[in-house]
């Protein structure tokens, strides 16, 4: 690791997860475990005071006994407001994702509604001066406080999906680089706002106009005034659909300040990383938005199958829109243990821009399947809940597996085709039930 600063900082936690033994070697050099003695020397010391910005939160998940214990003190456990019994990925920038069994409600709680940050989040946050500016190709560019969006644009409240684009992204071998996202980087809570087409039609949207550009107010990990942790955007047809929402509500109270207080894009069914949060700008333009996470290879995928960990030409990627048919099993939790051959299974399913047709369980490693009642979404957008009274013929280890296929006809498939980025992982979801005597 360099000391130069437009470099990726990334959190300690990251670091060592992707790979302990490089991140053991960067830090304390290639000495043998025995030698160290619990001490940071030299090197090792500006090395991490660069990866870190000069806080050691997750020494807990370093080698025994190898952090300062001046660095440690106070920092045992990290603690979000408003957030509850979320999983910690990432500290720098703050990423968290949610366990199934806490996404068991139809509605997602705030307090449930995972983190994806790619850089650091504004402060000190004063609403009555937030503004939103619409400007690039449009008839009339305008700049609006939230109290005239709401009083110019009707103000509706949709429960819509918002999924990671690398939710699934710690299953795929070779390893892919970035935060190692199991299963709760997804979320279906109420929101409220305005309808992001009711706004870009109200500015008139220019002929030839091909895709919007999203600015918001968080910094960029290196400090750097000029540089953007992340600007995505729409092309103008999905821009211009009716379910996108321009949102300052969440679940009927203010949005979660990490959750982009105290405004924001909800894009449901496309990746996460089209719902700008802190949204202070919306550009229309002639062109593919080139911003921040929009070129190269992030939330891009190859435009051809690949074999597992093959070099992939960065010309060769294409940009991800929307996401695949999937489902989870939000109860039971897995691993739980049941006496009596019977268990209510639940969870959600859903496909970016589609319907689900039907959710199917496998309790016999996939050969047989069972149909189980799933209902409508509450609006377009919105995940589908489905249940099913399971039955197991005698005591022992069973996994639940969850099939959903959507109106196309398309299903969750069985293993996930291996890119080099990890996105779009919907293969099965699978909890393991053991059946008690
Ligand atoms: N301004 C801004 N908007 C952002 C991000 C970000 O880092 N900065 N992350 C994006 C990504 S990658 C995702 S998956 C979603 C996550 O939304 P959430 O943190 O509210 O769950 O926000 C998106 N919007
Ligand atoms: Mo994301």
Redesign the pocket.
């Known amino acids: 690791m360099k000391g130069d600063d437009s470099k990726k900082q990334r959190g300690i936690f990251e670091f060592y997860q992707n790979n302990p033994d490089q991140a053991d070697d960067t830090i304390f050099g290639r000495k043998s475990y025995s030698d160290r003695r619990g001490f940071l020397k030299g090197a090792g010391l500006t090395t991490m005071a660069a990866i870190l910005g000069g806080a050691i939160p997750f020494h807990r998940n370093m080698p025994a006994g190898m952090i300062p214990a001046a660095f440690a003190e106070g920092l045992d456990d990290v603690s979000i407001t408003g957030k509850d019994g979320l999983t910690v990925l990432n500290d720098r ?1 703050m990423n968290a994702e949610t366990p199934p069994h806490l996404l068991n409600d139809n509605v997602t709680p705030t307090s449930r ?7 650091i ?1 504004p402060t000190a946050v004063d609403p009555k001066a937030w503004s939103l500016t619409i400007d690039g190709l449009v008839k009339k560019p305008m700049t609006l406080s939230i109290a005239e969006l709401k009083s110019k644009f009707e103000v509706i409240e949709r429960q819509l999906l ?5 939710n699934g992204r710690a299953f795929f071998s070779p390893k892919a680089k970035g935060n190692q996202w199991t299963y709760g ?1 997804v ?1 279906c809570s109420n929101w409220t706002g305005v309808r992001l087409s009711d706004v870009l039609n109200a500015a008139g949207v220019k002929p030839g106009a091909v895709y919007t550009a ?5 910094k960029h990990l290196s400090g750097h005034a000029g540089k953007l ?4 955007g729409l092309p103008m047809a999905k821009a211009l659909s009716d379910e996108n929402l321009i949102a300052f509500e969440q679940n009927g109270e203010p949005l ?1 300040p ?3 207080a105290p405004l ?2 909800v894009v449901p069914g496309w ?9 202070t700008r919306i550009e229309v333009r002639d062109q593919v938005h080139d911003g921040a ?1 929009m070129t190269g290879t992030s ?1 891009r995928v190859p435009n051809r199958p690949v074999a597992p960990g093959e070099k992939v030409a960065e010309e060769d990627f294409e940009i991800i829109e929307r996401m695949p048919v999937k489902s989870l099993i939000t109860s039971p939790q897995t691993n739980t243990q049941i006496s009596g051959n019977e268990v209510l299974v639940r969870g959600h399913a859903w496909s970016g821009d589609r319907t689900v047709q039907k959710v199917e369980l496998s309790i016999d490693f996939g050969a047989t399947w069972h149909t189980a009642k799933l209902d409508a979404a509450k609006n377009k957008g919105a995940w589908q809940t489905f249940t099913s009274k399971v039955k197991f013929p005698q005591a022992g280890y069973y996994e639940v597996w969850s099939k959903a296929t959507d109106d196309s006809g398309i299903a969750q498939p069985f293993a996930i085709a291996w890119n080099p980025k990890g996105y779009l992982n919907n293969t099965y979801h699978r909890v393991a039930v053991i059946v008690k005597a």
């Open positions: 920038p509604h995972f983190i994806r940050n790619n850089g989040p918002v999924e990671c684009g690398g980087a979320a999203h600015y918001g107010a968080d942790p992340i600007s995505r979660h990490m959750n982009g924001r894009l990746p996460g990383s089209c719902s700008q949060k802190w949204l996470k939330y």
